[in-house]
T-cell receptor, first 114, second 110 residues
């Protein structure tokens, strides 16, 4: 198993550009989520999904869109990048949505918006 | 709402003990603990469910007081490998929505 994979590892964007951060898992996990990590702020939940076709907002959803058309994939879209979105982005997944199982994290995508 | 961790940073010598606290203003279903090394992804340590349970993982253990909505992570006889940032995450209700605290940076020196 590859686990949770994220692409790209690094990305530089200009303000106003759009892009999609890819996340995939091969463990048949039901639950997937996106976090951003900024110094001193910890990991903040952007969006999450409890299954294919079902998504919901986390703590900091503004400026980001998600969809979940398959169990395996959970892409995160930035429609118009802003410097405030410079961060490290982690995708995570877990077997169930119940909250009593561990979450597996991908290696992260380091995004810089100029 | 993010859980609150304390302290923000700890510096230890090898062999010393440390306690990291996590508190929430919401009724909790579970508390998760993760450790992150610099430049890497967070790695799971343990989960505690409501019921006041305690768990152990090598020389790292944790407790969960659901009445006080607090959890503590205990690191005993710390090793250099324990250095990193520790995050508590809380789940309120049976949704799986995991909200993390701001993290506690632990540095263990020889």
């Amino acid at each position: 198993n590859a686990g949770v994979t994220q692409t790209p590892k690094f990305q530089v964007l200009k303000t106003g550009q759009s892009m999609t951060l890819q996340c995939a898992q091969d463990m048949n996990h039901e639950y997937m989520s996106w976090y951003r990590q900024d110094p001193g702020m910890g990991l903040r939940l952007i969006h999450y999904s409890v299954g294919a076709g079902i998504t919901d907002q986390g703590e900091v959803p503004n400026g980001y869109n998600v969809s979940r058309s398959t169990t395996e994939d959970f892409p995160l879209r930035l429609l118009s990048a802003a410097p405030s979105q410079t961060s490290v982005y982690f995708c995570a997944s877990s077997f169930r949505t119940s909250g009593n199982v561990e979450q597996f994290f991908g290696p992260g995508t380091r995004l810089t918006v100029l | 709402q993010q859980p609150v961790q304390s302290p923000q940073a700890v510096i230890l010598r090898e062999g010393e003990d440390a306690v990291i606290n996590c508190s929430s203003s919401k009724a909790l279903y579970s508390v998760h603990w993760y450790r992150q090394k610099h430049g890497e992804a967070p790695v799971f340590l343990m989960i505690l469910l409501k019921g006041g349970e305690q768990k152990g993982h090598e020389k790292i253990s944790a407790s969960f007081n659901e009445k006080k909505q607090q959890s503590s992570l205990y690191l005993t006889a710390s090793q250099l490998s324990y250095s990193g940032t520790y995050f508590c995450g809380t789940v309120a209700g049976n949704t799986g929505k995991l909200i993390f605290g701001q993290g506690t940076t632990l540095q263990v020196k020889p």
